[in-house]
């Protein structure tokens, strides 16, 4: 098993530019989130998802959009990028009903840099 | 609602404890923790959850007072492979695991 994968590893965007993140698991997890980690900070809930066709937000939704069409995977778009937006996003995922309250498995991150 | 670490920052020596501890103004159904070490995704360490369950792969201890909304992550005789910053999330209702700032632990030889 892979686990959850995230491409791309880093990226480079101008501002106003959107791009999608992507995130896939093999586990066959209902619930999946992102995350983003700010220097020296905590991880903070964009959205997430209870399984497919189901999303919704987090913390910091704003500038932000997800979808759920399957189990595998949950894509994160960046509308329109600002440099507020600059960070480490990490994908993390869980199993079953309940999988809120097991172990979430983090993807690998992505580093995104909005100049 | 973001859970509340202290300390920020702790060093040790190898061999010493310490305790982090995890606070949360409202009532929770679950304290989760995990590691994360330098430029790594967080690893999972614990969960704890209302009444009493815990899950964990480590040899970490760690207790969760329902009543005060609390729980201490305890590791005892530490290693220079503990350190790393150390991160508690809650689950108050709904869907939503937050987690807070973090606790960043160095341990010198």
């Known amino acids: 098993n892979a686990g959850v994968t995230q491409t791309p590893k880093f990226q480079v965007l101008k501002t106003g530019q959107s791009m999608t993140l992507q995130c896939a698991q093999d586990?066959?997890?209902?619930?999946m989130s992102w995350y983003r980690q700010d220097p020296g900070m905590g991880l903070r809930l964009i959205h997430y998802s209870v399984g497919a066709g189901i999303t919704d937000q987090g913390e910091v939704p704003n500038g932000y959009n997800v979808s759920r069409s399957t189990t595998e995977d949950f894509p994160l778009r960046l509308l329109s990028a600002a440099p507020s937006q600059t960070s480490v996003y990490f994908c993390a995922s869980s199993t079953g009903l309940a999988g809120l309250h097991n172990e979430q498995f983090f993807g690998p991150g992505t580093r995104l840099t909005v100049l | 609602q973001q859970p509340v670490q202290s300390p920020q920052a702790v060093i040790l020596r190898e061999g010493e404890d310490a305790v982090i501890n995890c606070s949360s103004s409202?009532?929770?159904?679950?304290v989760h923790w995990y590691r994360q070490k330098h430029g790594e995704a967080p690893v999972f360490l614990m969960i704890?959850?209302?009444?009493?369950e815990q899950k964990g792969h480590e040899k970490i201890s760690a207790s969760f007072n329902e009543k005060k909304q609390q729980s201490s992550l305890y590791l005892t005789a530490s290693q220079l492979s503990y350190s790393g910053t150390y991160f508690c999330?809650?689950?108050?209702?709904?869907?939503?695991?937050?987690f807070g700032e973090g606790t960043q632990l160095t341990v010198n030889p």
């Open positions: 409202k009532a929770l159904y679950s």
């Open positions: 704890l959850l209302k009444g009493g």
């Open positions: 999330g809650t689950v108050i209702s709904g869907s939503r695991l937050t």
């Open positions: 586990m066959n997890h209902e619930y």
